[in-house]
């Protein structure tokens, strides 16, 4: 008897997980990245998972609608197969992406990347100076400062202070990290 009324419970759970699943994939909306002449890696994650995105034009992205956070971001350009830059975001802040909401049928545009917006933040300890670079995308997400290339990544930037009358008072060079 147990038997008889076990068999269609399981059914009957089978049967709304496959509706409940259908329903949700159907769910969809698009995602369209506005960052002309570059090319653009987005991974996203929401509670049904992470999502990967690569653009290099200007066409929409289907996607799940839903609540999205950004995990990771590569703007690069590339000139020829054998010339190339990028630069990445992978931590906070991100700026207006920090929450990204996709709409069933329609399309959310997102404005990143170039142009940069160059920012330094300055700490003093005693006579210890360090100064951090930022760069800042449309949407206020942050880059690190590396900049890759096809051949590795870019030598850190130089610094050299000089007085008024354009002596060099002192010299040294950035480092990542």
Same mark, same amino acid.
């Given at each position: 008897?147990?038997?008889?009324?076990?068999?269609?419970?399981?059914?009957?759970?089978?049967?709304?997980i496959?509706?409940?699943?259908?329903?949700?994939?159907?769910?969809?909306?698009?995602?369209?990245?506005?960052?002309?002449?570059?090319?653009?890696?987005?991974?996203?994650?929401?509670?049904?998972?992470?999502?990967? +995105?690569?653009?290099? &034009?200007?066409?929409? /992205? #289907?996607i799940?609608?839903?609540? *999205?956070? !950004? $995990?990771?971001?590569?703007?690069?350009?590339?000139?020829?197969?054998?010339?190339?830059?990028?630069?990445?975001?992978?931590?906070?802040?991100?700026?207006?992406?920090?929450?990204?909401?996709?709409?069933?049928?329609?399309?959310?545009?997102?404005?990143?990347?170039?142009?940069l917006?160059?920012?330094?933040?300055?700490?003093?300890?005693?006579? +210890?100076?360090?100064? &951090?670079?930022?760069? /800042? #995308?449309?949407?206020?997400?942050? *880059?690190? !400062? $590396?900049?890759?290339?096809?051949?590795?990544?870019?030598?850190?930037?130089?610094?050299?202070?000089?007085?008024?009358?354009?002596?060099?008072?002192?010299?040294?060079?950035?480092?990542?990290?």
């Amino acid at each position: 008897m147990k038997k008889i009324i076990v068999i269609p419970v399981i059914v009957v759970v089978v049967v709304l997980i496959g509706i409940i699943f259908l329903y949700y994939s159907q769910q969809t909306g698009y995602i369209k990245i506005e960052a002309p002449g570059f090319e653009t890696d987005l991974n996203l994650s929401s509670r049904w998972g992470s999502k990967a +995105i690569s653009m290099s &034009g200007s066409e929409p /992205v #289907g996607i799940r609608a839903g609540t *999205y956070k !950004p $995990e990771r971001i590569v703007v690069r350009l590339t000139k020829t197969s054998e010339q190339w830059w990028s630069i990445l975001c992978r931590r906070e802040p991100w700026g207006k992406l920090a929450t990204i909401n996709v709409a069933k049928g329609n399309t959310t545009a997102l404005k990143l990347g170039p142009p940069l917006e160059m920012r330094t933040d300055v700490q003093r300890n005693n006579r +210890i100076v360090s100064i &951090g670079l930022t760069m /800042v #995308g449309q949407a206020g997400e942050h *880059y690190s !400062p $590396e900049v890759l290339t096809h051949n590795g990544p870019r030598p850190a930037p130089k610094v050299k202070i000089v007085d008024e009358s354009g002596q060099e008072l002192a010299s040294g060079k950035f480092e990542y990290g």
